[in-house]
């Protein structure tokens, strides 16, 4: 799958999430270790990176072998549901398959990559709740704008509360398209609301898009 430019504003909006104190990571569907890998730019934190499509980890493991940041990463193949380890983490991540129900690709590999048809927005939701650093832990997933609301009601039934959710825009004059959701184990007295739009009226990508991209976009 090619590198999205929603994913790439996820990692870099991400980095700036993480706390001080975050020792563990967990990234849930990492594809070709893109998110893997701004994170590792930005933290000294361990990271564990699982993907379920075998070219997909392939190729990932070449990038990260390639990158400054292998030590800082394991890579795993396999489904999340299958995936056992005592640590708990800190921070969990994902940019999960998005569309249920939706028609298909005749690429099965596309199909995994982008439909929830290898690990449904539940199986993520039991998954993170498993995984996650009680009390302290925290989990951000990009989802589609059409899918959030559904998702943040779900998670809140499974003991994961928002509190932060960050919705992106193509341009000023499009409607949201994507949402972050930031979850805790803990209920929050304030959700805090952002929003960002990836292009100004002149085509341009914004200043906001800049600042965050800038270390990772070389074109900026």
């Excluded at 989802?143 to 039934?157: H, K, M, S, T, Y």
């Excluded at 928002?162 to 979850?183: E, N, W």
Aim: glycine share 6%; with cysteine; hydrophobic share 40%.
């Amino acid at each position: 799958m090619k590198v999205c430019t929603d994913a790439c504003l996820f990692g870099a909006w991400s980095t700036g999430i993480i706390k001080e104190n975050t020792t563990q990571i967990l990234d849930i569907g990492t594809g070709t270790g893109l998110l893997s890998l701004m994170l590792a730019q930005k933290t000294t934190a361990f990271i564990d990176a699982v993907e379920i499509d075998e070219k997909a980890f392939i190729q990932a493991v070449d990038n990260i072998k390639q990158s400054p940041w292998s030590d800082s990463i394991q890579l795993h193949q396999g489904s999340i549901t299958d995936y056992i380890t005592e640590k708990k983490y800190d921070l969990i991540i994902s940019n999960p398959p998005f569309f249920e129900n939706n028609l298909q690709s005749p690429d099965s590999i596309k199909n995994n990559a982008k439909h929830d048809t290898s690990l449904t927005l539940n199986q993520l939701l039991d998954s993170i709740v498993l995984h996650i650093k009680k009390g302290t832990g925290i989990a951000l997933i990009l989802l589609p704008f059409n899918r959030v609301n559904n998702f943040i009601e779900d998670a809140r039934q499974k003991g994961l509360f928002l509190f932060s959710l960050l919705l992106m825009k193509q341009t000023p004059k499009h409607d949201y398209f994507r949402g972050v959701a930031v979850f805790s184990t803990s209920p929050s007295t304030e959700i805090k609301k952002l929003e960002i739009t990836i292009k100004d009226e002149t085509g341009g990508y914004s200043k906001e898009f800049k600042e965050l991209l800038k270390d990772y976009y070389l074109a900026l």
